[in-house]
């Protein structure tokens, strides 16, 4: 179970037009010494980091790295059993409590095509019925990805977790820009049930549109392509599936301007690699631009 919690958490995988880049240095501004930012995809092959021109270079040349949290502590039992919690509907409470019986059987279907099975069998129907809406949209899309993907994602050893893996056979710090009671606030508890059910009807009435946006995102990860996975994380169905502005600022604008207030400190310090999600690198309100208009030299690592 836990294995599929740390799952869960790491998709909560967003400048004018830049180059085909993942890997930034951060220069200037009073720094001794430049600190560097990749650009992760949560689901991507490990092994895709030795295409990354740089990243050795970079990683020795810090004294630190800093993901979106510190993996050791999201892995913690402490950690583990909230994440557990907050995923869970109240006790008084089951998902199909939620959904009328068409959602139900639409629901159903879906989950026949993702997973093979269905609320029939018993151990799944005990699992999901107890899920939050959004955590169920969670492993839905998990299980699109690997669905498509197979052999690519483990859980246990992420494209995330290797630069604190490398960072500590190093005997270097590991720290993070986020705590494990933010990231589950901002994934699990920041919509209302209402909200959590008519998103994850979304998935499912929109599956095959879902994954397409999924694969374009992929492609542009691979690609190396920071406007190719704007593009892609800016799709829209046109109409309520569509995330409001409020909820992009939630997930993504204002967790960039957190961190863009905590890096500084943290790059006086010790130089410093910071790994996170690609689509926080991107945009006007993006991590890349956010440094550069508080006085940062940034630029891609050749």
């Keep these: 179970m836990k294995k599929y919690i740390f799952a869960f958490l790491m998709i909560c995988l967003g400048v004018s037009h830049i180059q085909a880049q993942l890997l930034y240095k951060i220069s200037g501004n009073g720094l001794q ?6 650009g992760t995809n949560h689901f991507a092959d490990v092994h895709f980091v030795n295409q990354i021109k740089g990243v050795n270079d970079a990683l020795t040349a810090t004294e630190q790295v800093y993901g979106e949290l510190d993996m050791t502590d999201m892995m913690s039992t ?4 909230k994440m557990q919690t907050a995923m869970m509907l109240p006790k008084d409470t089951t998902l199909m409590d939620l959904l009328t019986s068409d959602q139900q059987q639409r629901l159903k279907d879906c989950l026949k095509e993702l997973m093979g099975a269905d609320m029939r069998n018993a151990q799944v129907a005990a699992l999901i019925n107890r899920m939050t809406p959004s955590a169920l949209s969670t492993q839905l899309t998990l299980s699109m990805y690997l669905k498509n993907h197979q052999g690519e994602f483990d859980p246990m050893a992420s494209f995330d977790q290797y630069f604190q893996t490398q960072a500590k056979a190093n005997h270097k710090p590991v720290g993070g820009l986020e705590t494990v009671d933010f990231q589950i606030k901002a994934l699990f508890l920041g919509q209302p049930l209402a909200r959590q059910v008519q998103l994850l009807m979304c998935l499912v009435d929109h599956l095959s549109m879902i994954q397409q946006m999924q694969e374009d995102l992929t492609k542009a990860y691979y690609k190396q392509d920071l406007d190719g996975i704007k593009a892609a994380m800016d799709e829209k169905l046109n109409n309520s599936c569509d995330g409001t502005p ?8 204002n967790r960039n301007t957190d961190w863009t207030k905590k890096m500084p ?4 310090a010790h130089p410093t690699f910071f790994a996170v999600g690609a689509a926080h690198l991107p945009g006007d309100h993006g991590v890349l631009t956010l440094l550069k208009q508080v006085g940062y030299t940034v630029e891609g690592v050749k």
């Design 265 to 268: 400190a943290i790059m006086a």
């Design 78 to 81: 402490e950690n583990t059993t």
């Design 33 to 38: 010494k430049p600190s560097y930012i990749i």
């Design 246 to 253: 409020e909820e992009a600022a939630v997930m993504i604008d």
